[in-house]
């Protein structure tokens, strides 16, 4: 059954494919400046392109959650959103105040837009992935605060179900975590212990949460297998993450100043953390092979699939390779952690809101499922751009080996930028599949304006 109110999370997806298109241009600016320096300097220097990608990438994210929830919280609950107004008004706000901030870093000095902004206040800038100035910072806690008061009330009105407590109780987790990004001590082991109970207990706890929850959503309805069995899986999974992933916060602690026992249990529980997402793979195809209907939206069938098995690449193997702490003693901070980083973010969050997206704007827009021949294009998109951040991966990967042995394994070891030069024939490669993930994207986008023979409404 489709409910009016669910129509607010198509500007949500709108923004957040809009911004996914910003954040992987300027990767590519970044991309080319590992090996033109001065490509675009001094108008965007590094700092400031690093700065727009990632913010954008965490930014469109966080849109990709609000609307897959403001879509799938009516559904679940069999009730109307507690207030759409409330949610389109909150979607402007976020969107103005994200683009003011991209304007800002982009024209203004950062450390002139951090006294402009009110940093000698509350100093909380200048940290990694939370470089936003203060009142950007406030801003979304204001709105994430009455989004949540928006879908908890929605949620209490209607029916209680696993997938959408799973999902509040991640919605829920995102917001406190991101409350330790206001505290910022001058102490740098403090400020490093507490700046990953936001970064990592954000991308590796209550992120997969509401994966788990989008992910299980989008199965039930298009394999029609009980809601019971989906809902066993999804507590397996979010158990397996909880336990693993706040523990295995510890793998970001062995070298910053921390006690020595955090190396054991770092190890330890890190070694586990890719167990939840080899669960959730055989939870996906699972599904997929006991379903009891065919559903016309093959495309989103081959999101939800391929969300398992590049989460568990990304997030498990890939993290696995350099989570251990003797391992880690030479990997850390190289284009190791970088490979494990976009396979990560590409295979857990990326594509499981691709997955809602693909799934939910069909409907949205009065058919099951778009087209055949719009779905074929559509997965022609997919298939590039996993194809494509593979090799992104591997490359990065072939760049962080060269690294480590060059500068850290050595007997002669060479100087960071003498090292950097040597790779320069792995940041090429990376740089022309990035422009091949961009392809696949535009080619995505495509999809959605094909026309053709739609499919009856669901």
């Known amino acids: 059954m489709q ?41 965007i220097p590094f700092n400031v392109a690093r700065m727009v990608h990632t913010n954008a990438l965490i930014v469109w994210l966080l849109m990709g959650f609000m609307g897959a929830a403001y879509y ?5 609950s069999e009730t109307e959103l507690h207030s759409p107004k409330l949610a389109i008004a909150l979607f402007w ?3 103005v105040a994200a683009g003011l901030t991209v304007v800002g870093y982009l024209t203004v000095p950062y450390a002139t837009l951090a006294k402009m902004t009110g940093n000698d206040l509350l100093p909380t800038m200048g940290r990694e992935f939370l470089e936003q100035p203060l009142l950007t910072k406030v801003g979304i806690v204001v709105v994430a605060l009455a989004f949540l008061f928006n879908i908890s009330m929605t949620i209490l009105k209607g029916r209680k179900t696993a997938i959408n407590t799973v999902l509040l109780i991640g919605l829920w987790g995102l917001a406190i975590m991101f409350l330790f990004s206001f505290y910022n001590p001058d102490n740098v082991v403090k400020d490093k212990f507490y700046w990953w109970w936001v970064v ?31 809902e066993k899986w999804l507590y397996v999974i979010i158990t397996l993450t909880l336990v693993t992933g706040i523990i295995g916060t510890g793998h970001h602690y062995y070298w910053i ?15 586990l953390e890719p167990i939840p997402f080899f669960a959730m793979t055989l939870f996906a195809f699972n599904m997929v092979n006991r379903r009891r209907r065919e559903h016309p939206n093959k495309a ?5 699939l391929g969300t398992g098995v590049m989460s568990f690449l990304g ?9 251990l702490a003797p391992v880690n003693f030479y990997t850390h901070g190289t284009q190791i952690t970088a490979a494990h980083g976009h396979m990560a973010f590409y295979g857990a969050y990326v594509m499981v809101v691709l997955t809602i997206i693909s799934y939910a704007m069909p409907l949205m827009r009065g058919r099951a499922a778009n087209s055949n021949k719009a779905q074929v294009v559509e997965m022609w998109g997919f298939w590039l751009m996993t194809v494509s951040i593979v090799f992104i991966t591997l490359f990065l990967t072939g760049a962080g080996i060269l690294q480590v042995w060059l500068q850290r394994i050595s007997d002669n070891p060479m100087p960071f930028m003498v090292a950097q030069e040597q790779a320069n024939l792995f940041y090429w490669m990376r740089e022309w599949t990035g422009v091949a993930f961009l392809v696949g994207l535009v080619v995505y986008l495509a999809s959605f304006f094909i026309k053709g023979e739609e499919k009856a409404t669901a």
């Open 3 to 43: 409910y009016k109110s669910q129509a607010v999370a198509k500007p949500y997806f709108v923004a957040a494919l809009a911004l996914f298109v910003a954040q992987i241009l300027f990767g590519l600016v970044m991309g080319l400046q590992y090996v033109v320096g001065d490509f675009l300097f001094p108008a």
């Open 72 to 76: 799938l919280v009516p559904e679940e």
């Open 93 to 95: 706000i976020f969107l």
């Open 200 to 230: 990592h207990l954000w991308v590796e706890g209550v992120w997969e949460l509401i994966l788990g929850s989008i992910l299980a959503f989008v199965l039930i309805k298009i394999t029609g297998v009980d809601r019971e069995v989906i």
């Open 257 to 271: 100043g921390t006690p020595e026992y955090w190396q054991i249990w770092g190890s330890i529980f890190s070694a």
């Open 300 to 304: 989103a069938t081959l999101w939800a």
């Open 315 to 323: 997030a498990g193997v890939w993290g696995f390779l350099h989570t």
